[in-house]
Nanobody, 120 residues
Framework: QVKLVESGGGLVQAGGSLTLSCLAS????????MGWYRQTPGKQRELVAT???????NYTDSVKGRFAISRNDNPSMVVLRMNSLKPEDTAVYYC??????????????WGRGTQVTVSS
């Protein structure tokens, strides 16, 4: 069973930086997609950034140029470096691992989340 453990959230002033880390253990396969999502009360969880095992990245438009995602595979870890933080980045951030055992079949694993609060 895949286990994801996040760390690095906290309180920061606008314009500041934070780094989130997620350590993955369990049944991880080459090709699994890893990433970060975030959620605020009353809203759906939204994608922040993802990275493939080949290093291909994808970011939501609002964080492009400010956030950077990276990944190590031994041990399996995904890191999100967040710069120039804005109050609207305030959310619970969740680590995600997506396993695709066969085409069009996705199995998602989630961490418990870590709170990021950006004060104005």
């Amino acid at each position: 069973q895949v286990k994801l453990v996040e760390s690095g959230g906290g309180l920061v002033q606008a314009g500041g930086s934070l780094t989130l880390s997620c350590l993955a253990s369990g049944g991880i396969f080459d090709g699994d997609l890893m990433g970060w999502y975030r959620q605020t009360p009353g809203k759906q969880r939204e994608l922040v950034a993802t990275i493939t095992s080949y290093g291909t990245t994808n970011y939501t438009d609002s964080v492009k140029g400010r956030f950077a995602i990276s990944r190590n595979d031994n041990p399996s870890m995904v890191v999100l470096r967040m710069n120039s933080l804005k109050p609207e980045d305030t959310a619970v951030y969740y680590c995600n691992l997506r396993h695709t055992p066969r085409p069009a079949v996705n199995v998602d694993f989630w961490g418990r989340g870590t709170q990021v609060t950006v004060s104005s």
